[in-house]
Structure formats: C-alpha cells, structure tokens
C-alpha cells in the first residue's frame, strides 16, 4: 500500500472490527498497518472478506497474522514462488547486473547464501542444493514472520567493479512488482548486515596465558 491508501484502509478495518462488535484503537491501527502495508490493498481487502466467510476462523476477529498467511499462502508455497523468481532472474538476466525483488525477503536470504554474485558461480549439478537451501532459509523467515534488515538492491558483477573503480553504476533490473520493488528499495539498508570486531582484551588475555606457560616450560 501506499500513504494515500491509509484512509481506506483505516474505514475497512473499522468496518471489520464492528462486523465482530469491536473497536479499534490507535495502537491496533499502527500494528495493522505496519503489518500490511507491504501488500497490495485491493489483496487486503479480498483476504478480510475470504476470512469473514470461512465457517472456522471466520468466527473470530482476525490477526494480522491470519491475514498475512491468506495473502502469501503456505511458507513452502511461498518458499516455492519466491525460488522461482530467484532461479528465472539467474538464467534469463545474470548475475552481471544489479537486481531487485519485490521481496525483501528474497535479498536477505541471497545475502545470507553469499550474495547475488557468488550465485551465479553455481553450477547445475549444486543447483538443486542451492534451491534446497534457499527454500528452507525463506521459510524460517516466513515461520517467525520476521522481517529482517536487508540490502537495498542486489549488487551484480558489473556494479561491484564500477563502484570500487569509482566508475558511474549501471541501473538496477527489478524483478516482479515495480511499486513493490520500489518499497524494498526504500525499506532496505546499506550498511553491513553482520560486523565483525576483534575482542583485544580476550586476546591479550590468552597471550599472556600462553606466554606465562611457556615460561614455566622452559623454566
């Protein structure tokens, strides 16, 4: 969704909770939103109104996770779809550009591989195992419906030798939704995902043991 799509989106989640004899508050309404605000409105709106109607969970007012499993089905469907878009951007635009998905969980499990580069260095014979480990990575994200940092847009051959040259960067592919591309661009960082930083004083320390005990072996 987009800000404008608030609005509307506030008028029919009230109307939902008054069909279940609820009010919403101001907090309800942020944790809604920022649960949805990634899928498309129309989608949303289809979602509530399949919930409305199913003879089991239709009996209670939904969460936003009812919601969200409706609109992405199965983790494995999910893991499934998101696999797909993966191995057809590889074979038919390469690694060599930059991508982008409209899946941000896309990006942080291809950071969490090696990156969009070093997936295009796998051959066929350890491509099922690639796929196999994609698959299973996405649904752990999926499963805790977390949403993990991730880079903003997936940096191919071509723009990681252009920007340690200083050289101007080719334009990026996006690959599926161009306005939910958009949003995962926006929603991405740049930063780095996981740090690393020597711990001095815990070497130190093991220094001096081991100095200390050569001392006493050669003593």
Avoid at 39 to 67: C, M, Y
Avoid at 77 to 94: C, E, P, Q, T
Wanted: glycine fraction near 10%; hydrophobic fraction near 40%.
């Amino acid at each position: 969704m987009k800000i404008e799509d608030f609005g509307k989106f506030q008028h029919g989640l009230t109307g939902v909770y008054s069909f279940y004899d609820k009010e919403i508050n101001d907090f309800a309404l942020d944790l809604w939103w920022n649960a949805m605000k990634q899928f498309d409105l129309t989608a949303i709106i289809q979602a509530f109104n399949r919930h409305v109607i199913n003879t089991e969970s239709g009996k209670w007012l939904p969460k936003p996770a009812d919601v969200i499993r409706m609109l992405q089905g199965s983790t494995q469907d999910g893991a499934l779809i998101a696999w797909a878009k993966v191995d057809k951007a590889v074979r038919h635009k390469g690694t060599y550009v930059d991508v982008v998905f409209d899946d941000p969980v896309i990006h942080r499990v291809l950071h969490d591989m090696g990156g969009w580069i070093l997936l295009g260095k796998k051959n066929e014979d350890e491509w099922p195992f690639v796929a196999r480990e994609f698959e299973n990575r996405y649904r752990g994200f999926r499963e805790r419906n977390e949403m993990p940092e991730y880079p903003s847009i997936l940096t191919g051959i071509a723009n990681a030798y252009n920007g340690s040259k200083g050289l101007k960067l080719e334009p990026c592919i996006m690959i599926g939704d161009q306005d939910a591309c958009q949003r995962v661009i926006a929603g991405g960082t740049d930063k780095q995902l996981i740090g690393f930083k020597q711990a001095a004083k815990s070497v130190n320390g093991l220094n001096l043991i081991f100095d200390g005990y050569q001392k006493t072996k050669e003593a």
